[in-house]
Nanobody, 126 residues
Framework: QVLLVESGGGLVQAGGSLRLSCAAS????????MGWFRQGPGKEREFVAA????????SYADSLKGRFTISRDSAKNTVYLQMNSLKPEDTAVYYC???????????????????WGQGTQVTVSS
């Protein structure tokens, strides 16, 4: 089992920054790729970013590249999402997820992930 708990969400003005954290626990949590997804009002869940188990490679949604940065701290078993230059359209519930073992699915595919956190709300005001 893998337990994921997000934190760091809140209200921020457009142009501001926020850092989300995802604390992971469980025997296999450190061996899995991790991803961030988000779901805005009236929208479907969409891919934000992903990172390999070792942290040697990352992937981002094209529209977010350059503003968002994903990272992980192996010692703390925590993955982070640094969000800069926030826009109102970034308003959403943000979820972290742990990828399944095996397979060769795209990092952006929700079905490639086995465990999900409960989400943390990010609201960007104009």
């Amino acid at each position: 089992q893998v337990l994921l708990v997000e934190s760091g969400g809140g209200l921020v003005q457009a142009g501001g920054s926020l850092r989300l954290s995802c604390a992971a626990s469980g025997r296999t949590s450190g061996s899995r790729a991790m991803g961030w997804f988000r779901q805005g009002p009236g929208k479907e869940r969409e891919f934000v970013a992903a990172i390999t188990p070792s942290g040697d490679s990352t992937s981002y949604a094209d529209s977010l590249k350059g503003r968002f940065t994903i990272s992980r701290d192996s010692a703390k078993n925590t993955v982070y999402l640094q969000m800069n230059s926030l826009k109102p359209e970034d308003t959403a519930v943000y979820y972290c997820a742990a990828r399944r073992f095996g397979g060769s699915w795209p990092f952006s595919a929700p079905y490639a992930y086995e465990y999900w956190g409960q989400g943390t709300q990010v609201t960007v005001s104009s």
